[in-house]
């Protein structure tokens, strides 16, 4: 069983940043990744990384303001928001594959944390 505990979320202005991070109990060999979901709407996937780390996929709505990273000594990853927009308020959620590649569905994910707050004001 792993345990994903997230951090990071908070209130910030249009235009700020905020660096979510995740921490899993155990060593995971599948990607992880970060899902999103507003009042309202539907989980939605916001990026992920494979077990190296070396590779990672960004929605089209968060690339180039959005970056995941993934230090397997700490068993945790990351999720550095810049450039932040009204639209992106959401909880938050953090998941983990046993063992397998980096997916955009929430589906193969067989780990979820509880979710961290992220609000940005206009």
């Known amino acids: 069983q792993v345990r994903l505990v997230e951090s990071g979320g908070g209130l910030v202005q249009a235009g700020g940043s905020l660096r979510l991070s995740c921490a899993a109990s155990?060593?995971?060999?599948?990607?992880m990744a970060w899902f999103r979901q507003a009042p309202g709407k539907e989980r939605e996937f916001v990026a992920a990384v494979s077990w190296k780390g070396d590779i990672t996929y960004h929605a089209d709505s968060v690339k180039g303001r959005f970056t995941i990273s993934r230090d397997n000594a700490k068993n945790t990853v990351h999720l550095q928001l810049n450039s932040l927009k009204p639209e992106d308020t959401a909880v938050y959620y953090c998941?983990?594959?046993?063992?397998?590649?980096?997916?955009?569905?929430?589906?193969?994910?067989?780990?979820w944390g509880q979710g961290t707050q992220v609000t940005v004001s206009s």
């Open positions: 155990v060593r995971t060999f599948g990607a």
């Open positions: 998941a983990a594959r046993t063992i397998g590649p980096v997916v955009t569905a929430t589906g193969p994910y067989d780990y």
